[in-house]
T-cell receptor, first 112, second 111 residues
Framework: KQEVTQIPAALSVPEGENLVLNCSFTDSAIYNLQWFRQDPGKGLTSLLLIQSSQREQTSGRLNASLDKSSGRSTLYIAASQPGDSATYLCAVKETSGSRLTFGEGTQLTVNP | DTEVTQTPKHLVMGMTNKKSLKCEQHMGHRAMYWYKQKAKKPPELMFVYSYEKLSINESVPSRFSPECPNSSLLNLHLHALQPEDSALYLC??????????FGPGTRLTVL
C-alpha cells in the first residue's frame, strides 16, 4: 500500500527566505505526483504536476522536483511571501486506477 | 470556464434530514471525485466517477449516495448522517489520468 510522508509537518520562516518542502513515497510505481496548496477551510489549489517521466516542473517562484527511484519529491519556494502561508500537500497517483494518495501536509507560515 | 463549483458552501443538518451536495464543472473532464476532509487531515477519497459510471467506492457507508446525472454534474445525497460525518466535502474533476482540479468544498455540520 502506498504511503506518502511530508516533512516537516510545520514550518515558520521570515519573509524572503527560500525554502524546501519534502515529500516521500514508498512505492515508486507512480503515474504522476501533484503538489497542492490549501488555505484554511478552503479547497485545494493545484500548484504543479510532475509526470513519472519528468524530473521537475516550474511555475513562477515554485519549482518541484521528482526522483522516482528514491521515492522523493521536493517543492522549492523562492523568496517566500506572507501570502504563501498555507498548508502544502503532495499527492501521488498510482499507475493503476485514479486514486490519489495524499501526504499529511506541511503547514507553512511566512512572517512579515 | 476553468473551475469546479460546489453548492452549498455551508450546510447544517439533523441526523434525520435528507440533503444533497452539488458539484459542477464545464471543463469537459470525464472523471469526477468526492473527497471527505476532517480538520488538519488530508482529503480521503470517497467515490470516483469515470465517464458517468461509478468506478471506485472506497467502502463508504450507504448513508452517502453519489449520483452523476451527466458529464458536468455530480451529486452526493445524504441521509441519516451521524455527527462524526461533519467535515469539509470536496469535489474534484480531471481529464483522464491527469491533474485534479478541486472545488471550494461544502462545510457540513451534522447535529
Amino acid at each position: 500500500k502506498q504511503e506518502v510522508t511530508q516533512i516537516p509537518a510545520a514550518l515558520s520562516v521570515p519573509e524572503g527566505e527560500n525554502l524546501v518542502l519534502n515529500c516521500s513515497f514508498t512505492d515508486s510505481a507512480i503515474y504522476n505526483l501533484q503538489w497542492f496548496r490549501q488555505d484554511p477551510g478552503k479547497g485545494l489549489t493545484s500548484l504543479l504536476l510532475i509526470q513519472s517521466s519528468q524530473r521537475e516542473q516550474t511555475s513562477g517562484r515554485l519549482n518541484a522536483s521528482l526522483d522516482k527511484s528514491s521515492g522523493r519529491s521536493t517543492l522549492y519556494i523562492a523568496a517566500s511571501q506572507p501570502g504563501d502561508s498555507a498548508t502544502y500537500l503532495c499527492a501521488v497517483k498510482e499507475t493503476s486506477g485514479s486514486r490519489l494518495t495524499f501526504g499529511e501536509g506541511t503547514q507553512l507560515t511566512v512572517n512579515p | 470556464d476553468t473551475e469546479v463549483t460546489q453548492t452549498p458552501k455551508h450546510l447544517v443538518m439533523g441526523m434525520t434530514n435528507k440533503k444533497s451536495l452539488k458539484c459542477e464543472q464545464h471543463m469537459g473532464h470525464r472523471a469526477m471525485y468526492w473527497y471527505k476532509q476532517k480538520a488538519k487531515k488530508p482529503p480521503e477519497l470517497m467515490f470516483v466517477y469515470s465517464y458517468e459510471k461509478l468506478s471506485i467506492n472506497e467502502s463508504v457507508p450507504s448513508r452517502f449516495s453519489p449520483e452523476c446525472p451527466n458529464s458536468s454534474l455530480l451529486n452526493l445525497h445524504l441521509h441519516a448522517l451521524q455527527p462524526e460525518d461533519s467535515a469539509l466535502y470536496l469535489c474534484a474533476s480531471s481529464p483522464a489520468g491527469q491533474r485534479q482540479f478541486f472545488g471550494p468544498g461544502t462545510r457540513l455540520t451534522v447535529l
